[in-house]
């Protein structure tokens, strides 16, 4: 083989690489002698990544519901990987945020668009037998979406809407106080007493300090505290503030209403099988009306809000309660 011009400036280029690192190139080439080509499986873990799937039944169907769910797994963690980035930007702007929001909306789009999967995809008998195999587990029990909406919006949007209706000292408060009133934990009550389901103490007691630790840093990196951070001009920019409107309505809605179909399809009707569940609430957590969270609460109006998600759900669940 021929030494050119072109193989000779790249071996300086390396050198003075190595060089400045204090390494010695040689040591480098020799690694690339002995170094065996990379290959696909190897690169992605294919091996890996197909033997984590371990179901607790016979149930065929099982292996489903855990591909599915570990497949949502991945793609909040694509989401996270861009909400890092803009929380940890030094000079963000609008082109960038704008960017990264619509990549975080492709995701959901994604999720949202697959769901059908767990909705129609599985055989109900077997899944309402299997189900019962894997309590007091749930996927309300999921850090990383939760970790999504610490990144999404501003701490106190995520205060319960009736505890701070009824104490608006809240917004005043630290962040671990404002944890404690935060509306998903009313999803993992007893429906009969009220208490706090195992399930619900179960992710408080792995995950509540990181949650509240999150919430710290996210006061002013979380994408709201980052839009409001921009030019006035920039906040006005409709593109952005339309996607920003895609990210709420994609991660409080649509999400939220593809979770309360699919439970509808398996669990509506059959009181016994609430234990499914581990006895949480889900008929009044799921629908959006009733929680009414949204992240960016100024870039709707008011009757939008006060009429969130009863179209989406008219459309997507036509027979829901």
């Known amino acids: 083989m021929e030494i050119t011009p072109e193989i000779v400036n790249r071996i300086k280029q390396l050198d003075e690489k190595y060089q400045a690192m204090g390494q010695d190139m040689n040591s480098y080439l020799d690694g690339l002698l ?131 209706a009824k104490n608006p000292k809240i917004r005043d408060a630290s962040v671990a106080e404002k944890h404690e009133h935060i509306y998903w934990k009313t999803g993992a009550t007893e429906l009969a007493t009220g208490r706090k389901t195992l399930t619900l103490k179960q992710f408080e007691e792995k995950y509540g300090d990181e949650f509240v630790r999150l919430a710290e840093a996210c006061v002013k990196g979380n994408i709201y505290a980052k839009f409001k951070s921009l030019p006035e001009a920039d906040q006005k920019n409709p593109e952005l503030i339309n996607t920003l409107r895609e990210l709420d309505a994609n991660v409080n809605v649509n999400w939220c209403l593809m979770h309360y179909k699919s439970a509808v399809r398996y669990l509506q009707g059959d009181p016994d099988i609430i234990a499914a569940t581990g006895g949480t609430n889900w008929q009044k957590y799921l629908p959006p009306r009733f929680q009414r969270v949204t992240f960016y609460p100024e870039l709707w109006t008011d009757q939008e809000l006060a009429e969130w998600g009863k179209t989406w759900v008219k459309k997507i669940v036509p027979n829901a309660v």
């Open 34 to 164: 002995y170094m065996d080509y990379l290959k696909y499986w190897d690169y992605v873990h294919t091996d890996t990544l197909l033997s984590l799937q371990n179901p607790r039944t016979n149930f065929p169907d099982e292996k489903i519901f855990i591909m599915y769910h570990q497949i949502t797994e991945l793609f909040f963690k694509l989401c996270i990987h861009e909400f890092e980035q803009i929380a940890n930007h030094p000079t963000l702007t609008a082109k960038f945020l704008l960017e990264r929001t619509r990549r975080i909306v492709r995701y959901f789009d994604g999720l949202v668009t697959t769901y059908d999967i767990m909705v129609d995809g599985m055989d109900k008998e077997q899944f309402l037998k299997f189900r019962m195999a894997l309590l007091p587990a749930s996927g309300f029990q999921s850090a990383q979406y939760r970790m999504i909406e610490l990144y999404s919006t501003d701490m106190i949007n995520l205060v319960h809407r009736e505890y701070l």
